[in-house]
């Protein structure tokens, strides 16, 4: 079933047109970019600042950062796709999961980093 043969109950705009007119959806989408990146960000700093070998403890936050990041923006496409579906069925879009997943790592990896940072 193509675009332009999906059916389309009156009240919804097509598919291939903007549903949200404020572009609320579109902004968190690319906040949540924003915050992968700046994972990835800090983590290139973190590794950076420890410099070789890259296979000790004090490098942990840099990795995790890293793998936070890659999986923050791949996170990212995903729920902006699930968050169309749910505007156009009219599904509440509060669903506050991967902002207490995203907190609560960004808060451990900065306590890690501090005790790593007094360790040394």
Do not use: K
């Not at 059916?7 to 959806?25: A, E, T």
């Not at 936050?61 to 505007?87: F, I, K, N, Q, S």
């Not at 609560?104 to 900065?110: H, K, P, Q, R």
Request: no cysteine; net charge neutral; charged share 20%.
């Amino acid at each position: 079933m193509g675009v332009a043969d999906e059916p389309n109950d009156g009240d919804m705009p097509p598919r291939d047109q903007v549903f949200d007119r404020g572009l609320q959806h579109e902004r968190t989408a690319l906040a949540w970019d924003r915050t992968g990146l700046a994972f990835l960000l800090v983590a290139v700093l973190t590794l950076r600042s420890g410099g070789p070998p890259f296979d000790d403890l004090r490098h942990t936050p840099g990795y995790v950062a890293m793998v936070v990041g890659g999986v923050l923006l791949w996170t990212a496409g995903r729920r902006y796709r699930r968050r169309e579906v749910d505007l156009r069925e009219g599904r509440s879009m509060v669903q506050p999961g991967l902002v207490i997943v995203t907190g609560v790592t960004a808060l451990l990896l900065s306590l890690t980093a501090l005790l790593l940072v007094l360790a040394s």
